[in-house]
């Protein structure tokens, strides 16, 4: 075997932590909620109180030619198609009571699995591969951006989060995902699933082939929040990405920078972007750094999380070359590098490694983030909340960019987020008065 083919399968081994289960299972609870005996399901009224939860999506996979359902296979389409999904949680036997105990139990008695209930595609579109996205692109897409206006004015969470999945993974997967981070952040966004055409093969990771396709759904991502931002009523549009995810959103907000730096306006109030999540990010250090002035314009907060023992990353970073990744936890940083870090003011690195011996264990894997629920605690919090690294209970380290979980992690929620005072963001007086 030649030494690419022999990369190639080291990476296949490593890089398996990008994909779930062929069924995917709600996610461990985070101690946000176990810790403080609150679940995300107390806020939904009584005539809420279904377990399917509604998903936007937007896909850049090609529609399966099948006139019976609905599907989206592992082949590039040149359009954005767009709809909703339906996410059922659990079996029939599972009750609207026992879903929302266990999402705030540590442990549970049972998995409650995921599963698409239902599948609608509203329209397609197709993206901008130069300038801004027309103001007519998407007017095939009016009943589904009436409906989630609908879902925003009815939330109490005025915002929009979009989640943008890692490689080895299919449709069905990046909606799961979707819906269950919105179930932790207690059902009171809206949230969509973008869907690039990454194949179920690792190895067309490792070689680099599906890395050339996250970079070409880019300004598709870059054409949808353009719509997003044009179209829709929220607040704020939230972004949480995931491994390879990273280089798809790294990317778009370049694009997104570059299609309107002439455009004269604020690209903060006109792209209302809030906070963009890099979970274990799949992204060579050294392009992230060049993209994070043009990111940090743009956005009001951009999160980066790194761990010591990542397995895909290091594996990745070794044989598919680029350098160390974002989510990597050593790295040898230019001076010219860490000046960039620092003078990010929107940026927060979260070492969730650090003084790991002082809380008796480290935070580990490649999906620590979704599956720890310290980790994933905090990711609930950076989005769902307007709170800053040291009110969400991080220790500051050296660094100002820098950020640890402490070892005291849950009495710090403790002490800042009671039940009472949980500073979550909730609709304002002039919204209800409207």
């Known amino acids: ?14 890089l398996v932590g990008c994909a779930g289960p062929k069924i995917e299972p709600l996610m ?47 082949d590039e389409s040149d359009v954005i198609s767009a709809g909703m999904s339906l996410i059922g949680f659990g079996g029939d036997s599972l009750t609207w009571s026992d879903l929302r105990d266990y999402s705030r139990s540590a442990e549970r008695p049972s998995v409650v699995e995921l599963s698409v209930a239902g599948l609608l595609e509203a329209g397609r579109f197709r993206p901008s591969m130069e300038g801004p996205v027309s103001e007519n692109a998407a007017e095939g897409l009016a009943w589904l951006m009436s409906d989630m206006n609908r879902s925003i004015a009815s939330a109490r969470d005025k915002d929009l989060l979009i989640y943008v999945h890692g490689a080895k993974v299919n449709f069905y997967n990046a909606n799961a995902f979707a819906a ?16 690039w055409p990454t194949r179920q093969n690792i190895l067309s990771y490792g070689i680099g082939d599906d890395v050339d396709r996250a970079y070409r759904a880019a300004p598709s991502l870059a054409s949808l929040i353009e719509v997003l931002a044009r179209q829709s009523d929220a607040r704020r549009i939230n972004i949480v990405c995931w491994s390879a ?20 306006q604020d690209p903060r109030e006109q792209f209302r972007l809030g906070t963009v999540y890099f979970a274990a990010a799949d992204v060579p250090t050294s392009d992230f750094v060049e993209a994070l002035p043009e990111i940090n314009s743009l956005v009001d907060r951009v999160v980066v999380t790194l761990s010591s023992k990542d397995g895909a990353l290091d594996m990745g970073s070794t044989f598919m070359g680029g350098g160390a990744r974002i989510g990597q936890k050593s790295q040898d940083l230019t001076e010219e590098a860490l000046n960039t870090l620092i003078a990010a003011d929107r940026l927060e690195v979260i070492d969730v ?9 480290d935070i580990t894997g490649h999906r620590y983030w979704i599956n720890h629920p310290w980790a994933s605690s905090d990711l609930v919090l950076a989005v769902r909340s307007d709170l800053r690294a040291k009110e969400r209970g991080l220790e500051p380290t050296e660094f100002d960019v820098l950020w640890a979980i402490p070892a005291d992690y849950p009495e710090r929620l403790k002490s800042l987020l009671t039940r009472e005072g949980m500073r979550l963001r909730e609709v304002d007086s002039s919204d209800e008065a409207n």
């Open 353 to 361: 490694s650090r003084d790991w011996e002082g809380r008796g264990f």
């Open 1 to 14: 075997m030649t030494f690419r083919g022999v990369a190639a399968l080291l990476i296949a081994m490593a």
């Open 180 to 195: 269950q981070l919105d179930h932790f952040m207690g059902r009171d966004m809206t949230s969509i699933a973008f869907s």
């Open 28 to 74: 461990p609870t985070p101690v946000l909620y176990s810790e403080l005996d609150l679940s995300p399901l107390d806020n939904i009224s009584e005539d809420q109180r279904w377990k399917p939860r509604k998903v936007y999506y937007a896909t850049t996979r090609q529609r399966d030619a099948d006139l019976q359902r609905i599907n989206y296979g592992n």
């Open 245 to 264: 995810g990273g280089r798809v959103v790294t990317s778009a907000l370049e694009e997104l920078y570059t299609r309107n730096q002439d455009s004269g």
